[in-house]
């Protein structure tokens, strides 16, 4: 069997990349040329000094990981500019061996007055359903030799926001001035959800699925949960950001309250010393009911190593990472990239890290690669999604063989 730190054949294998920002994985030409059209001021005008001055290699906090944000979303405010990133987005991940992406993006950070949420959803789609249509239509794919591309799309709400978010945000606070503001960021995921279910149910965009993204701490999941009891009666998927920068407490309100279906992040599960809950008197128990339950429920956890190594030092240590403590419990794992720019990585990048890092078993990386299209929010039927993630663990057979038939015996 070849090597799994064969960088070629993890880029060869087909992949899945489920934690996927639209804002934060532009390619830096694209934002060079659009900032130029639309009268964005840059830091540089070159991807050599973007790279040295906010798309960074390593980062010294949150914050600064955040700053590149500013930038991209600045020319995400138009439909052809929607469409543009997004389609690139996709051609960058079927260069690499990526079949599935489920890209998601905040509508609100865009929509204006001439473009509301569901026309930034339909302009998404548009984008990716244009580099799908391309690549299936490949003779070795349309032959069936090898798996096609296909795509969902996940719409975030915000746990928290300000005016200055987007033109949508700031006429959102000016309209509900006199409600506190814990009530009015639950309004605004509301008001998000239901164009979202339109979106899906109405006009067959495939929005699989919300997601409730932003700084936890201070900012509790359960401020959004009528939103996301709308999205279980409208069949939605749910994914959550929780135990990035809180508790353990984040993710078990995330999965008890808000019904999450997978989990973004995830980094204090199996960590005692996170606990801060005074009600909780013994943390190691805690966490490890807590682990028992997610893995009993196959609760799948998007783990983005790059992303946690430069926004948390405690990660610049990679071995540190619990992502090894979680293969060893057998959760359902699945790696993504997070921000493809912002993070200067590729789901090829991801799966090297772990391989080398954590020793991985070929038994281990086929698991995570398969978790990655089981637990997927796949739009189409669920007898259609089987057949596919029977097509693309077949390919990956197939690839293994060919780099083992190449190797000296």
Same mark, same amino acid.
């Given at each position: 069997?070849?090597?799994?730190?064969?960088?070629?054949?993890?880029?060869?294998?087909?992949?899945?990349?489920?934690?996927?920002?639209?804002?934060?994985?532009?390619?830096?030409?694209?934002?060079?040329?659009?900032?130029?059209?639309?009268?964005?001021?840059?830091?540089?005008?070159?991807?050599?000094?973007?790279?040295?001055?906010?798309?960074?290699?390593?980062?010294?906090?949150?914050?600064?990981?955040?700053?590149? %944000? $500013?930038?991209?979303?600045?020319?995400?405010?138009?439909?052809?500019?929607?469409?543009?990133?997004?389609?690139?987005?996709?051609?960058?991940?079927?260069?690499?061996? @990526?079949?599935?992406?489920?890209?998601?993006?905040?509508?609100?950070?865009?929509?204006?007055?001439?473009?509301?949420?569901?026309?930034?959803?339909?302009?998404?789609?548009?984008?990716?359903?244009?580099?799908?249509?391309?690549?299936?239509?490949?003779?070795?794919?349309?032959?069936?030799?090898?798996?096609?591309?296909?795509?969902?799309?996940?719409?975030?709400?915000?746990?928290?926001?300000?005016?200055? %978010?987007?033109? =949508?945000?700031?006429? %959102?606070?000016?309209?509900?001035?006199?409600?506190?503001?814990?009530?009015?960021?639950?309004?605004?995921?509301?008001?998000?959800?239901?164009?979202?279910?339109?979106?899906? =149910?109405?006009?067959?965009?495939?929005?699989?699925?919300?997601?409730?993204?932003?700084?936890?701490?201070? =900012?509790?999941?359960?401020?959004?949960?009528?939103?996301?009891?709308?999205?279980?009666?409208?069949?939605?998927?749910?994914? @959550?950001?929780?135990?990035?920068?809180?508790? *353990?407490?984040?993710?078990?309100?995330?999965?008890?309250?808000?019904?999450?279906?997978?989990?973004?992040?995830?980094?204090?599960?199996?960590?005692?010393?996170?606990?801060?809950?005074?009600?909780?008197?013994?943390?190691?128990?805690?966490?490890?009911?807590? $682990?028992?339950?997610?893995?009993? #429920?196959?609760?799948?956890?998007?783990?983005?190593?790059?992303?946690?190594?430069?926004?948390? *030092?405690?990660?610049?240590?990679?071995?540190?990472?619990?992502?090894?403590?979680?293969?060893?419990?057998?959760?359902?794992?699945?790696?993504?990239?997070?921000?493809?720019?912002? +993070?200067?990585?590729? @789901?090829?990048?991801?799966?090297?890290?772990?391989?080398?890092?954590?020793?991985?078993?070929?038994?281990?990386?086929?698991?995570?690669? @398969?978790?990655?299209?089981?637990? +997927?929010?796949? *739009?189409? #039927?669920?007898?259609?999604?089987?057949?596919?993630?029977?097509?693309?663990?077949?390919?990956?057979?197939?690839?293994?063989?060919?780099?083992?038939?190449?190797?000296? #015996?």
């Amino acid at each position: 069997m070849t090597s799994l730190a064969n960088e070629e054949f993890l880029r060869r294998l087909p992949k899945t990349d489920l934690h996927l920002h639209l804002d934060g994985s532009m390619r830096i030409p694209t934002l060079i040329e659009l900032a130029r059209e639309a009268g964005v001021r840059l830091p540089s005008y070159t991807e050599e000094g973007l790279r040295e001055t906010v798309f960074k290699s390593r980062y010294a906090s949150l914050d600064e990981y955040l700053k590149g %944000f $500013a930038y991209t979303t600045a020319v995400m405010r138009t439909r052809p500019q929607l469409e543009r990133i997004a389609y690139e987005l996709a051609l960058d991940n079927q260069a690499e061996g @990526v079949r599935y992406i489920e890209v998601r993006f905040a509508p609100q950070l865009h929509a204006d007055t001439d473009m509301d949420m569901v026309e930034c959803l339909r302009a998404v789609s548009s984008g990716l359903a244009r580099a799908e249509t391309e690549f299936n239509a490949r003779p070795e794919v349309a032959g069936g030799a090898e798996p096609p591309f296909h795509y969902g799309i996940i719409a975030c709400a915000m746990r928290f926001f300000t005016p200055s %978010f987007s033109p =949508w945000y700031a006429r %959102f606070f000016e309209m509900h001035g006199y409600i506190r503001k814990e009530k009015v960021f639950a309004l605004a995921s509301m008001e998000m959800e239901e164009a979202v279910a339109r979106a899906r =149910w109405e006009e067959g965009i495939p929005v699989v699925g919300i997601d409730l993204a932003g700084s936890e701490k201070g =900012w509790p999941a359960i401020n959004h949960l009528e939103s996301f009891r709308s999205a279980q009666r409208h069949f939605l998927k749910k994914s @959550v950001h929780a135990g990035e920068a809180y508790g *353990p407490e984040s993710i078990y309100q995330a999965i008890t309250e808000l019904y999450a279906d997978r989990i973004g992040h995830g980094l204090t599960l199996l960590d005692p010393h996170a606990v801060t809950s005074p009600d909780i008197v013994d943390p190691e128990a805690y966490v490890d009911a807590l $682990a028992q339950y997610i893995g009993d #429920r196959r609760i799948t956890l998007e783990v983005c190593l790059t992303s946690n190594q430069q926004t948390n *030092p405690a990660y610049r240590d990679l071995g540190s990472h619990p992502f090894g403590k979680m293969m060893e419990r057998k959760l359902s794992v699945t790696l993504c990239t997070d921000n493809r720019t912002v +993070s200067d990585t590729t @789901v090829t990048k991801e799966l090297h890290k772990a391989v080398t890092t954590f020793d991985l078993t070929r038994n281990n990386l086929k698991n995570i690669l @398969v978790y990655g299209f089981k637990r +997927s929010f796949f *739009p189409g #039927r669920y007898d259609q999604k089987r057949e596919y993630v029977r097509r693309c663990m077949e390919y990956f057979e197939k690839v293994e063989r060919e780099f083992s038939e190449g190797e000296p #015996r």
